[in-house]
């Protein structure tokens, strides 16, 4: 499986966008890329994924690289309840296979 | 709403007592789910991928007769801890695919496990 690389931790303004990076180097043409964020203590929330193209929905915008080697999640406007552990994830057959993440913290 | 639901979501048992973990997929059948034990301030691990009427594949290192999976209908899947112990301590996550490949795995809240 395609390994991903995130920044351990990244602070962010209230009411700023937050610019999530993700490596993925090594992802290949049939691997999706995924995001998920885990608030402390709680199952795992879907966010977003894609495979070639951007993508938007009412939480995230996903942008991917031309080349798939990289992505960016975007929270447009960040709230205090977006402090999380937010995770890359790229997906080949059924399994997700969670990385370490990056914590998010939205300052007031 | 959750789409995944888990019961109980904090369980406390006897160490050598075994103990149950449903997930249910509320709206939608998911051929495959999956659980995922997650220790304090450590991601998420993969314990195995329940499919439903088979036989259950287990990751490696995975004590399969100790980690009981039955995926007996399409909306439920349970995981049972036989003959616990407190090193079993642990958040048991479990996931739901929803349709095919290259669609969403949602997650359930989570179930906290403590064997005093």
């Known amino acids: 499986d395609a390994k991903t690389t995130q920044p351990p931790s990244m602070d962010c303004a209230e009411g700023r966008a937050a610019n999530l990076p993700c490596n993925h180097s090594?992802?290949?043409?049939?691997?999706?890329v995924y995001w998920y964020r885990q608030i402390h203590s709680q199952g795992p929330q879907y966010i977003i994924h894609g495979l070639k193209n951007n993508e938007t929905n009412e939480m995230a915008s996903l942008i991917i690289t031309e080349d798939r080697k990289s992505s960016t999640l975007i929270l447009p406007h960040a709230t205090l309840r977006d402090t999380a552990v937010y995770y890359c994830?790229?997906?080949?057959?059924?399994?997700?296979?969670f990385g370490t993440g990056t914590r998010l913290t939205i300052i007031p | 709403g959750a789409v995944v639901s888990q019961h109980p979501s904090r369980v406390i048992c006897k160490s050598g007592t075994s103990v149950k973990i449903e997930c249910r997929s509320l709206?939608?059948?998911?051929?495959?789910m999956f659980w995922y034990r997650q220790f304090p301030k450590q991601s998420l691990m993969l314990m195995a991928t329940s499919n439903e009427g088979s036989k259950a594949t287990y990751e490696q290192g995975v004590e399969k007769d100790k980690f009981l999976i039955n995926h007996a209908s399409l909306t439920l899947s349970t995981l049972t801890v036989t003959s616990a112990h407190p090193e079993d301590s642990s958040f048991y996550i479990c996931?739901?695919?929803?349709?095919?490949?290259?669609?969403?795995?949602?997650f359930g809240e989570g179930s906290w496990l403590t064997v005093v």
């Open positions: 994830i790229v997906r080949i057959n059924e399994k997700l296979t």
């Open positions: 090594t992802i290949s043409g049939n691997e999706y």
């Open positions: 996931s739901a695919l929803r349709g095919r490949f290259g669609n969403t795995i949602y």
């Open positions: 709206d939608f059948q998911a051929t495959t």
